[in-house]
Every structure is written in C-alpha cells, then in structure tokens.
C-alpha cells in the first residue's frame, strides 16, 4: 500500500470514530456557526469544535455579565473587567449588588441563591458561576 493510501484510510478511519455533536438551537448565539460544526470536527476533531464553542459561550456570558454591572453602576465600559473586586474595585454595596443579581438570573435564567451571590467576589466569580450553571 503507498503512503498515500495508508495515509487515506487512516484519516478515514479517523473521520470514522469523531462523534456528532448536537447543532446549537437557532436560539443559539453560534446558529450562523451550526452548518460548520460537522466541518470542523472532521477538520479539527470534536473535542477541539467542543472546546471552541465553550470558550465563544464563555465569552458571550462574560460580556454580557460585564454589561450588566456597567449598566447598573453606570460605568466606563473600560473600568469593568473580570478581575475587577465588586467591593475594592466597584464599590458595589448590598443593594446595588442585589439587583446585579437579579439582572443576571433574569438575562441568564438561573437562579442565584443569595448563599453564592455573598460569595462573588470578583466579576470572574459571577461569570464562572454563571457560566456553569448555564450548560
């Protein structure tokens, strides 16, 4: 067999063994992506396609928790960023920080025990934990 050949039936057999994921939904911000995603995972694999959009969707969740806090404590877009310290940084206090909460499980749709919310620190905090409980 030529190294042409070998080499064809090896990415055959590759291709073989990838499996499908499920197209985001047309709800999905990445719908424009989901008629490549198949492309991409014969291209680069599936666990790279999986990686790619986790890190779009963290991305997304990321911006859109940064434009929250911006909007409720009407701050320069250049201030907020996800090391900023709610309290050090922000000088967010109860009240303020009650309605980020609620903003946040109202644009995300989850719920925030108010045990967790005490716990955010940092806006990367809010944005880890939205982002987990959003899968």
Same mark, same amino acid.
């Given at each position: 067999?030529?190294?042409?050949?070998?080499?064809?039936?090896?990415?055959?057999?590759?291709?073989?063994?990838?499996? !499908?994921?499920?197209?985001?939904?047309?709800?999905?911000?990445? #719908?424009?992506?989901?008629?490549?995603? =198949?492309?991409?995972?014969?291209? &680069?694999? !599936? =666990?790279?396609? =999986?990686?790619?959009?986790?890190?779009?969707? #963290?991305? #997304?969740? =990321?911006?859109?928790?940064?434009?929250?806090?911006?909007?409720?404590?009407?701050? !320069?877009?250049? *201030?907020?960023?996800?090391?900023?310290? *709610?309290?050090?940084?922000?000088?967010?206090?109860?009240?303020?920080?009650?309605?980020?909460?609620?903003?946040?499980?109202?644009? *995300?749709? &989850?719920?925030?025990?108010?045990?967790?919310?005490?716990?955010?620190?940092?806006?990367?905090?809010?944005?880890? *934990? &939205?982002?987990?409980?959003?899968?």
């Amino acid at each position: 067999m030529s190294r042409h050949q070998q080499l064809s039936t090896h990415k055959a057999q590759e291709k073989s063994h990838i499996p !499908n994921i499920t197209p985001p939904s047309k709800s999905s911000p990445f #719908s424009p992506m989901a008629g490549h995603i =198949q492309t991409l995972q014969r291209t &680069i694999g !599936n =666990q790279a396609v =999986q990686r790619m959009v986790e890190s779009a969707t #963290s991305s #997304s969740i =990321q911006r859109k928790v940064i434009d929250i806090i911006i909007e409720h404590l009407d701050f !320069n877009e250049s *201030f907020v960023t996800p090391s900023s310290s *709610f309290v050090d940084d922000l000088a967010v206090d109860e009240l303020s920080m009650t309605e980020i909460v609620v903003a946040f499980e109202e644009e *995300f749709g &989850i719920k925030i025990p108010d045990e967790q919310a005490e716990r955010f620190r940092t806006v990367k905090d809010a944005i880890s *934990f &939205i982002a987990f409980r959003s899968k």
